[in-house]
T-cell receptor
Framework: GAVVSQHPSRVICKSGTSVKIECRSLDFQATTMFWYRQFPKKSLMLMATSNEGSKATYEQGVEKDKFLINHASLTLSTLTVTSAHPEDSSFYIC???????????????FGPGTRLTVL | GIQVEQSPPDLILQEGANSTLRCNFSDSVNNLQWFHQNPWGQLINLFYIPSGTKQNGRLSATTVATERYSLLYISSSQTTDSGVYFCAVGMSTSGTYKYIFGTGTRLKVLA
């Protein structure tokens, strides 16, 4: 159990276009979903936290209008990179969080990531 | 904000050796998870361990929340253990629950 899918796994786009990445929890309902960005040989940097039906909470320094997050249901969150530029090229990873039996706080489970290259 | 530091940053082991990875955090947290990131980027859950000690096969972990650190032990290492190990701390701030990742330990196990 606790499988999270992410689509697409890899995308190459031209500068100025928008790219949508989907994150789905396949076998559980996620109370919260998270979006991270990871540069080569670096750690994961939290971009935003989203709860179903409410606006995402963005981390300091992350542009809300640049990285649009929609959390339409308990199993689906999307990240849209608008007007992408080469500096947006990165590895984007989502995670979904749920309360597991006997636990006071949520455990998070990760999708496989999306590698975005903007030309 | 909270700082999450891992040590060592890089580690090279001979197959069969044991190792200890450390995660220090600068503030109180609600939970802590350890992950292994494989060469394809997938993060694999190792432990959900806000406190105490857990074991899973050759891996075990201990979190001492009052002293703000966690340890991951790898025994009899194998080449498949290679990759990056991250700890992530969970905390509530301003009504939002979020996770902050540590700096990571890059492990290479040689045959």
């Amino acid at each position: 159990g606790a499988v999270v899918s992410q689509h697409p796994s890899r995308v190459i786009c031209k500068s100025g276009t928008s790219v949508k990445i989907e994150c789905r929890s396949l076998d559980f309902q996620a109370t919260t979903m998270f979006w991270y960005r990871q540069f080569p040989k670096k750690s994961l940097m939290l971009m935003a936290t989203s709860n179903e039906g409410s606006k995402a909470t963005y981390e300091q320094g992350v542009e809300k209008d640049k990285f649009l997050i929609n959390h339409a249901s308990l199993t689906l969150s999307t990240l849209t990179v608008t007007s992408a530029h080469p500096e947006d090229s990165s590895f984007y990873i989502c995670s979904a969080s749920r309360l597991a039996g006997g636990r006071a706080y949520n455990e998070q489970f990760f999708g496989p990531g999306t590698r975005l290259t903007v030309l | 904000g909270i700082q999450v530091e891992q040590s060592p940053p890089d580690l090279i082991l001979q197959e069969g050796a044991n190792s200890t990875l450390r995660c220090n955090f600068s503030d109180s947290v609600n939970n802590l998870q350890w992950f292994h990131q494989n060469p394809w980027g997938q993060l694999i859950n190792l432990f959900y361990i806000p406190s105490g000690t857990k074991q899973n096969g050759r891996l075990s972990a201990t979190t001492v929340a009052t002293e703000r650190y966690s340890l991951l032990y790898i025994s009899s290492s194998q080449t498949t253990d290679s990759g990056v190990y991250f700890c992530a701390v969970g905390m509530s701030t301003s009504g939002t629950y979020k996770y902050i990742f540590g700096t990571g330990t890059r492990l290479k196990v040689l045959a």
